[in-house]
């Protein structure tokens, strides 16, 4: 079955840097985008990053433009975000997501990973 495992996060002081790992398992990775989310507390859910199937296109949140870097690598089925000059309004659970077709067609997300930045 289709699986996201995230990994990476921790507590950071502001102006640090973490990288979150988006491990991949039951679909061909290579064939679909990947986006990371991250939901705070009292707040909706929002698009940090997205990345398309091969790499060659991404698209950010305006509030981590210019600080935050998608990127994956296909063999490893796995997607990262590089977070550096963290602000304590970076404080999330951030979740990655893939949107499959096929027989496993659906709206999948991992667990989530705790992201805290104190000031």
């Known amino acids: 079955q289709v699986q996201l495992v995230e990994s990476g996060g921790g507590l950071v002081q502001a102006g640090g840097s973490l990288r979150l790992s988006c491990a991949a398992s039951?679909?061909?990775?290579?064939?679909?985008?990947m986006s990371w989310y991250r939901q705070a507390p009292g707040k909706e859910r929002e698009l940090v990053a997205a990345?398309?199937?091969?790499?060659?296109?991404?698209n950010y949140g305006d509030s981590v433009k210019g600080r935050f870097t998608i990127s994956r690598d296909n063999a490893k089925n796995t997607a990262y975000l590089q977070m550096n000059s963290l602000k304590p309004e970076d404080t999330a659970v951030y979740y990655c997501?893939?949107?499959?077709?096929?027989?496993?067609?659906?709206?999948?997300w991992g667990q989530g990973t705790q992201v805290t930045v104190s000031s």
């Open positions: 997501n893939a949107v499959v077709a096929g027989p496993y067609h659906g709206d999948y």
């Open positions: 990345i398309t199937s091969a790499g060659g296109s991404t």
């Open positions: 039951g679909f061909t990775f290579s064939s679909y985008a």
